[in-house]
């Protein structure tokens, strides 16, 4: 382990690009682990040095065995570590620090097969776990850099089982894991795009982050509880001047009560609960259109309308605030010169409950439109048939309908751009349909391999000889399936060949053992011992290769993964008995 520490640290040091670095790392690494030098091979890196995943015959040797890339891989992380600390204590970056040097170095050892493929990932998560939110944001930029090469080691970790490779749990629980440590509200733009390259980086079939069960996130909103609290408040807003209906603690308590059907969508559409939920939205909806059709009428005047003077002054600090924001955002757009952009952090707003505010915030546009987006998803999600939901009566959905065409009336109303902002909402809530019903059919894959086009055979000609006769055996099926093709053990071969390899029991048992290490994080109903055709195919090749492992799987306490310890175990053994047999 001193010995590759020592090799890693050569390798960083060295003056060159990132390539001669990775290269130079290569020799160095796999010398100090295995006392000569690296294969020629191998020693030119990228795609020659993976291991192929083709038939057993054809499938080369690995470079090194699990224990060796274990040994080079704490060693990695042992120096990412110190990087750490170097970057902490000296008050240095983690550019002069080479950590990303290091991650590079860690993708180039897992392309030419002298690590893991999970090492990368290994780094990234230690790297975030030390950090506090502030530079985790910063070193992020490191790897969406390398967005592509990280996405490229997932689909190599393991393409001949669908099954999730170690490479890709790392990744997504360090995504899972940072998510969790951020502010929905502060943090919003670094949550996007830590979203963004989960997106990116995983195939379209993933089901990760589908939430299959369809679970809805709590919401808890702490509202006034007597009408002596809001009385005040309320009736400082009298609508009997603008033909605003007057709001009451009633109102108040309706237009608050429809964030706990918006939480929990399922018990929202019980009939006791649903008549509830209909009056309130009805009302909310009738001020929703006062406020809209004042607003209309004002700018057919051309005035503004009418509002307390307390409201006036408030809105033009806002407008001045917001004119100084984009101001200085122009300005930082300039200063950064040529190809520069500035990233203005945008922060959205946790909306108060007071009762003292309820009449401001009714004026709001923006809060409007941010109750009435609420709602049509609202809708949208009870309308949609789910796995364990109640569906919807004959009545309830033509209620539903007309809820719909109003809250669409209500958007294209307000003001700016109504009518694009409600166009916009329409088509975003059309594609989340799609996945809705995509997720309800069990994910399947609609990602697609190229498909290249079959070169047309040539023509037969004299010079090349006479054609092959075409034989007729009496039926159509036999006569074509005889023409396909030759006889001769050639043809046969290459048949063969061509035909899906059936993987070796170690290998297709493999995933069972990474999904039984607790640091994995799988859940229990995920796991593949649920898989009915997996466990199948398991057992199918049980027996054909090992009939003793059935046993394993059939005693009182058996189990498949109880098969897979045993089968790894016995395999550990037997390999470790060859080594100690080997001449010195």
Same mark, same amino acid.
């Given at each position: ?165 170690? !490479? ?23 949550? $996007? ?74 018990? !929202?559409?019980?009939?006791? !609960? ?8 009805? +009302? ?14 004002? +700018? ?27 101001? +200085? ?83 294209? $109303?307000?003001?700016?751009? $109504? ?76 048949? +063969? ?88």
């Amino acid at each position: 382990r001193a010995a590759i520490f020592s090799a890693i640290e050569t390798a960083v040091a060295a003056e060159g690009d990132v390539s001669e670095m990775c290269a130079a790392a290569h020799t160095l690494v796999f010398s100090a682990i295995k006392g000569h030098a690296l294969p020629e091979k191998s020693a030119s890196g990228g795609a020659s040095g993976v291991e192929e995943q083709g038939s057993d015959s054809d499938k080369e040797a690995p470079l090194l065995s699990e224990s060796e890339k274990s040994t080079i891989e704490l060693a990695v992380r042992m120096y990412l570590e110190r990087c750490i600390d170097e970057a902490r204590g000296s008050a240095k970056t983690f550019e002069d620090a080479s950590v990303p040097l290091l991650l590079d170095l860690a993708i180039s050892l897992s392309n030419v097969g002298l690590a893991d493929y999970n090492l990368p990932f290994s780094l990234l998560e230690d790297l975030f776990d030390s950090q506090v939110i502030s530079q985790s944001e910063a070193l992020f930029s490191l790897v969406e850099d390398r967005a592509s090469a990280l996405s490229s080691l997932i689909l190599l970790s393991d393409p001949s089982l669908k099954v999730p490779s170690r !490479a890709k749990l790392t990744f997504i629980r360090t995504c899972i894991a940072l998510l969790r440590r951020l502010s929905k509200s502060k943090n919003t733009n670094f949550c $996007g795009r830590v979203l963004l390259l989960v997106a990116y980086t995983l195939p379209l079939s993933e089901r990760s982050g589908v939430n299959l069960k369809g679970v809805t996130a709590p919401s808890q909103v702490e509202v006034a509880t007597s009408p002596d609290e809001s009385a005040d408040a309320l009736a400082a807003d009298d609508g009997s001047k603008t033909g605003v209906p007057e709001l009451d603690f009633s109102f108040y308590s309706s237009f608050w009560s429809l964030q706990k059907a918006f939480s929990d969508p399922v018990a !929202a559409v019980d009939t006791e !609960a649903w008549s509830k939920l209909l009056e309130a939205l009805k +009302a909310v909806l009738q001020v929703f259109g006062a406020f809209v059709a004042e607003e209309e009428g004002a +700018a057919a005047e051309g005035v503004a309308p009418s509002v307390e003077a307390a409201e006036q002054a408030a809105s033009e600090a806002i407008l001045t605030a917001s004119a100084a924001t984009e101001a +200085a955002a122009l300005t930082a757009m300039e200063v950064d010169g040529e190809g520069g952009s500035a990233q203005q952090e945008v922060y959205f707003t946790k909306f108060l409950t007071s009762p003292k505010l309820m009449a401001l915030q009714l004026r709001d546009p923006y809060f409007r439109r941010h109750m009435l987006v609420q709602l049509l998803i609202f809708l949208q999600t009870v309308a949609t048939e789910r796995k364990g939901a109640p569906p919807l009566t004959s009545a309830q959905r033509v209620q539903v309908d007309e809820l719909q065409k109003h809250c669409e009336e209500l958007l294209r $109303g307000i003001a700016p751009h $109504g009518a694009a902002f409600a166009a916009t909402v329409k088509a975003v809530l059309l594609r989340e349909r799609n996945w809705i019903e995509w997720k309800a059919k069990g994910c399947t894959a609609f990602d697609k391999a190229a498909v290249q086009a079959k070169a047309a055979r040539p023509r037969p000609t004299a010079s090349s000889g006479r054609a092959r006769k075409r034989m007729s055996l009496g039926n159509s099926e036999l006569s074509r399936l005889w023409n396909l093709g030759g006889n001769s053990l050639k043809d046969i071969a290459a048949s +063969a060949s061509s035909k899906q390899r059936v993987p070796s029991l170690v290998e297709y048992l493999k995933p069972v053992m990474e999904q039984m290490d607790p640091e994995a994080g799988i859940e229990e109903e995920y796991k593949l011992k649920n898989d009915k055709v997996y466990m199948w195919k398991a057992l199918r090749l049980m027996a054909k290769k090992d009939v003793t492992l059935l046993g394993k799987v059939s005693a009182p306490q058996g189990s498949i993964e109880a098969a897979a310890a045993y089968m790894f175990k016995e395999s550990a053994a037997t390999q470790q008995a060859d080594e100690y047999e080997l001449p010195q």
